[in-house]
């Protein structure tokens, strides 16, 4: 063989295996070893085919598509904006949890429909008038419903003053007391001596049980005011007021004057509207009208100064609410109108009328605390079987003086307008022209020196709880937070990122 001639293959080199090739079935993909070398065909099954048909449904609805951290570009700013995203979130968060905390404990009121039929209110009372004595202060109510009380002494409680505001010395009292009791019993004594030790006087109709007795003429009088019956025409009639030189008709007693008077305690009223008032003389009932007797020209001693210490309205029901745990509690709460006029101070000189009639227009509004709210007032509650609650009324006012000495315009009162006339409350003196001086007088107006309280009730009631967040509600605002920060960012990156590759950028 020459040396450029190829070697022919034998023929066991020439022979050519086929193995057999098995169809792959399933749809997996098949895989064969490439030219001139042995063939062996690989199928390999699809990655669906080795899960169930129900697997494969529910892959079929994941939105969170995976991709490969080969193919996750990374960039500078995709990094600034993460950061910044950070920071928003860690102040959206914290203002959602003061948001959320301030919630949670505030007070929250509803208006309904006052439905309580009734029911009574308990008043309490503190105030000082520093230039009337004790004896001079008569307190009475009236109301629309027509109930009246007369000369309310019974948790009422005086404390006589001195003129610079200091409690009088009980040894003063007590001297005084005495002497008086000293009197009265001698005086008891010499009717007793007259009449004999078994008399028992007539109380002329006005005794609550048969037995019971009258020997005095005050005791004749103190019956006929019990009934509110008219003392003055029993007086000229009754032997015992004829017996002590009494018969004629009472006048009415002067003020007495140099010292001051607290006047406090609490008293109950029905739930409608009405007035209590604190005025010049003795209120009694005359023909179905509540007046006051006093002398017309002692109406200038009637100084009406008074500091109100204290003035709530209470539900009779569920008593008082005390201590200054409450009170700070509403003040926090933002709950206001409770005690409205407490700290009051009310001065007249004789250059605004030198006494007058003072007026508080008073807006009672029923109140129920419900819920947790009352927990921290540190009262005792009743409950009605499902949450705790307790009632009370607030109240908002406006008030009116009119001085008992005013001007008189006269041409006001020529112009029709009477209350700019003659309530005016400064006194005209020196200065001024004569022109001026004659137009103006000063003269005592119609008025009774007094302070008076007229009180209207609200037909709503208000409901006051506090208000209850679930934490719940802030994790899902939470979780709405950072959800949203997050796509916000990822949509500015995208659309940064968008422009850059359109800018040629990488």
Known sequence: MSGGARPRPSSRSRTRIRPSTPSCTGGGPKLTAPTGTPVTT????????????HTRAVRKLDFFNKIEVDHIV????????????????????????????????????????????????????NITFPSLHCEDLHLNIIDV????????????????????????????????????????????????????????????GAQENAQDCCNTCDDVIERYKKKRWNDNAVQPLAEQCI??????????????????????????????AGNFHIAMGEGVERDGRHIHQFLPEDRVNFIANHVIHELSFLDDEYGDIEGEGFLNLMSKAGVNGERSMNGSVKTVTEETGTTGLFQYFIKVVPTKYKGDIIDDMGVSTLSDGQEKQLETNRYFYTERFRPLIGDIDEEALLA?????????????????????????????????????????????????????????HLWIRIMATVGGVFTMMSWID??????????GRR
């Open 42 to 53: 690989v199928c390999r099954r699809g990655d669906d085919d080795k899960y169930s048909k």
């Open 74 to 125: 990374r960039t500078e700013r995709g990094g600034q904006l993460t950061a910044a995203g950070y920071v928003i979130m860690l102040i959206l968060i914290l203002a959602e949890y003061l948001t959320w905390s301030g919630m949670n404990g505030e007070s929250i009121e509803h208006v309904v429909v006052d439905t309580s039929l009734g029911k009574r209110m308990k008043v309490n009372l």
């Open 145 to 204: 419903a027509g109930d009246s009380q007369l000369e309310v002494s019974d948790k009422m409680f005086k404390q006589r003053l001195d003129l610079d505001g200091t409690p009088r010395p009980l040894a003063k009292i007590s001297a005084e007391a005495n002497a008086k009791a000293l009197e009265d019993k001698k005086r008891r004594e010499v009717v007793e001596k007259s009449v004999g030790p078994d008399y028992c006087g007539p109380c002329y």
């Open 243 to 272: 017996r002590e030189g009494r018969a004629g008709v009472s006048e009415p007693k002067r003020m007495a004057g140099g010292e001051g008077c607290n006047l406090s305690g609490h008293f109950t009223v029905n739930r409608v």
């Open 416 to 472: 029709g307008d009477v209350e700019k006339g003659t309530a005016g409350a400064h006194v005209s003196k020196a200065g001024g022209t004569q022109h001026q001086q004659a137009e103006h007088h000063a003269a005592t107006n119609a008025v009774l020196p007094g302070v008076f309280f007229v009180y209207e009730i609200y037909p709503f009631m208000v409901e006051v709880s506090r208000n209850r967040v679930p934490f719940m």
């Open 494 to 503: 995208g659309a940064l990122h968008a422009r850059d590759k359109r800018g």
